[in-house]
């Protein structure tokens, strides 16, 4: 009689049962490395050991083609957030927030908000760079974005990845800490799991490193295994193995926290790196809108639910967690705004054949020669813009005018199958299918531009 009269309730939408739902769902964990290349780790035939990374390949599915949000740090950022190109978010490149209005929008839906409304309880920790406040100006903060708990830096780890000083927790700094940046951020991410987050709820966790994003620095015994310690490149290799057994640790708790079939995590990088060395030969590095900059690690682990032990081939990337998370979850996806990532989920639950992309993947960045990419199936197609900018490395808002006229040049077309390195583009040889990739960038681009905020208004 009682669940006869709950279902009455439920059909008349007399009853909701969001916290109740909750509690069978999976908890969300992100695991964002910074400036990571696509052939720095281990199971993507990198340098540097890293088993706890290489677990959670084996346990689930790699994408051999999984892409950024961006070539730079903010507005890959806050693709992954918003499953929403960047600009559409207000993100047009690195934010330096004391010189620009710049920041995630908070008219966004991020993934935190998604999540929260279907019953989780949130934390961030780690490197955030979507905007925080400053003496002059008024910024939004995670927990304006859906976090009911953060410890983040806006930028990178300061003075270095070493003993760093600049952490502010739910807006109170922190001042100088002893260790290391990956292993402080995963000790935060312990405590938070053990004394503040609702144990009656599922949670989403993201866990946002700062290595190996210069300025770096790792422990002298870790360095020893790659090189001499005062070898830039083995001090490189050293922060990511650093990391990696920081993520041992942080599994190792997840696992004691929950069953590990009830834990659902995301592996990826913000952009490529900035080593021409760990790109695996892709063309570009950071900054750059070629594969080298854009192409990095992405893994999906569900025990239970995710196929094991998947090698991927369809192009992916950080736009499509948020679809991905609300297909494999259940949850609705925000509704009232264009969403440029798409579901992966059948192809993590075995039946790619049933997976649909419907636009193709898109990056912009006023500053990367070429400026504009789309990647639509084995293509790749770039153009570089008609304008030029001032030489700073800077955003500067002033210039958002010319990066939304959308006029572009040079027009080059790749086959990333036969050419993954992109060194011979085959425009001419293929004029109607250039002409069919030009109307879709120019699409995209357009309904991107329209959406963009004018922040050299204000």
């Not at 290799?237 to 079939?261: C, F, P, W, Y």
Request: proline fraction near 7%; hydrophobic fraction near 35%; charge should be positive.
């Amino acid at each position: 009689m009682r669940l006869m009269l709950m279902g009455c309730l439920l059909l008349c939408g007399l009853l909701r049962l969001p916290s109740a739902f909750a509690a069978d769902r999976p908890n969300v964990v992100v695991l964002l490395a910074d400036d990571l290349g696509y052939r720095d780790v281990g199971c993507y035939g990198g340098p540097v050991k890293t088993p706890a990374i290489d677990s959670l390949a084996a346990g689930g599915v790699r994408f051999t083609d999984f892409y950024s949000g961006c070539a730079v740090c903010s507005p890959s950022r806050a693709t992954l957030l918003t499953g929403r190109h960047h600009i559409r978010a207000g993100v047009y490149s690195w934010i330096h927030d004391a010189s620009q209005n710049s920041h995630l929008l908070q008219r966004e839906v991020t993934l935190a908000e998604v999540l929260k409304q279907a019953g989780y309880a949130t934390a961030h920790v780690g490197k955030w760079h979507l905007g925080l406040p400053t003496g002059q100006r008024k910024k939004p903060t995670p927990a304006d974005h859906g976090f009911d708990y953060w410890f983040a830096t806006w930028n990178n780890a300061g003075p270095s990845h070493r003993n760093p000083n600049n952490f502010i927790r739910n807006g109170k700094p922190v001042g100088p800490m002893q260790g290391y940046a990956c292993q402080l951020v995963v000790d935060e991410a312990i405590t938070w799991l053990d004394k503040h987050r609702d144990a009656d709820k599922p949670f989403y966790l993201n866990v946002w490193f700062h290595e190996p994003h210069a300025p770096i620095a790792a422990p002298d015994e870790i360095v020893k295994q790659y090189g001499n310690v005062k070898d830039r490149a083995a001090v490189y290799s050293g922060t990511i193995d650093n990391t990696d057994r920081a993520i041992a640790r942080l599994l190792k708790k997840l696992a004691e926290v929950d069953k590990s079939q009830n834990t659902l995590i995301v592996y990826a990088s913000d952009n490529g790196s900035y080593r021409e060395d760990r790109t695996g030969d892709l063309r570009g590095r950071k900054g750059s809108n070629w594969d080298g900059g854009i192409r990095v690690p992405g893994i999906f682990h569900w025990p239970g639910r995710i196929k094991q032990g998947v090698v991927a081939g369809e192009p992916a990337g950080l736009v499509d967690v948020l679809p991905t998370v609300c297909g494999l979850l259940g949850l609705p996806k925000p509704a009232d705004r264009h969403l440029d990532g798409s579901d992966l989920s059948p192809i993590l639950l075995g039946e790619p054949k049933r997976f649909f992309r419907h636009q193709p993947l898109y990056w912009h960045l006023q500053k990367s020669r070429p400026i504009v990419v789309i990647r639509d199936g084995r293509y790749s197609l770039t153009a570089d813009p008609v304008y030029e900018l001032s030489t700073s490395n800077m955003f500067k808002e002033a210039w958002i005018p010319r990066i939304k006229s959308g006029k572009y040049k040079n027009y080059q077309l790749f086959d990333l199958e036969k050419d993954p390195n992109q060194t011979t583009n085959i425009a001419e040889k293929q004029p109607d299918l250039l002409a069919q990739l030009k109307k879709k960038l120019h699409d995209i681009n357009a309904s991107v531009m329209a959406d963009g905020h004018d922040w050299h208004l204000k």
